[in-house]
């Protein structure tokens, strides 16, 4: 091969690498982005659940 093509080549896989990095990379960020949303509504619902036990329990040893 001839240097002008090899050169050609090595651009062509640089812009497919980066563009398969970036896709990646959107990805990547979508799903944390996703996570960073859901934890406060498991917190809450673990605090709830929580309070709600706590409560549960109290009164059963109030009742007894």
């Given at each position: ?23 990646q990379a959107v990805v990547t ?36």
């Amino acid at each position: 091969m001839n240097s002008p093509t090899l050169k050609g080549i090595i651009r062509l896989q640089a812009l497919v690498l980066g563009h398969l990095v970036m896709r990646q990379a959107v990805v990547t960020l979508r799903c944390m982005r996703a996570i960073i949303e859901f934890q406060p509504l498991t917190r809450g619902r673990m605090v709830r659940l929580t309070n709600g036990q706590l409560l549960k329990n109290r009164l059963q040893q109030y009742l007894r």
